[in-house]
Nanobody, 118 residues
Framework: QVQLVESGGGLVQAGGSLRLSCAAS????????MGWYRQAPGKQRELVAA???????NYADSVKGRFTISRDNAKNTVDLQMNGLKPEDTAVYYC????????????WGQGTQVTVSS
């Protein structure tokens, strides 16, 4: 099983920046996709950004041009650089990984709070 540990959340003013990091550990054959999701109060969890093991990326329209996802396959880490933050980016951000360990499985981090004040 893969364990994901996130760090880097916090409180920032609108227009500011934060960087989220997520490290994967445990037993697995290979990590395929990694990504970041977020969930605001009263809303469904939504994809923010995802990246394949080959480096292909996918972003939600609402964050394109402001957020950048990157990963280090050797260290099994994925980061999310968030610039130009807006109050509507306020949410709990979750790291996600799809990995191969006998079968294709999914793991989630515990979540980290990002709060953007206006």
């Amino acid at each position: 099983q893969v364990q994901l540990v996130e760090s880097g959340g916090g409180l920032v003013q609108a227009g500011g920046s934060l960087r989220l990091s997520c490290a994967a550990s445990g037993w697995f054959h290979r990590i395929n996709d990694m990504g970041w999701y977020r969930q605001a109060p009263g809303k469904q969890r939504e994809l923010v950004a995802a990246i394949t093991s080959g480096g292909s990326t996918n972003y939600a329209d609402s964050v394109k041009g402001r957020f950048t996802i990157s990963r280090d396959n050797a260290k099994n880490t994925v980061d999310l650089q968030m610039n130009g933050l807006k109050p509507e980016d306020t949410a709990v951000y979750y790291c996600n990984a799809r990995y191969l360990a006998g079968s294709l499985l999914t793991s989630w981090g515990q979540g980290t709070q990002v709060t953007v004040s206006s």
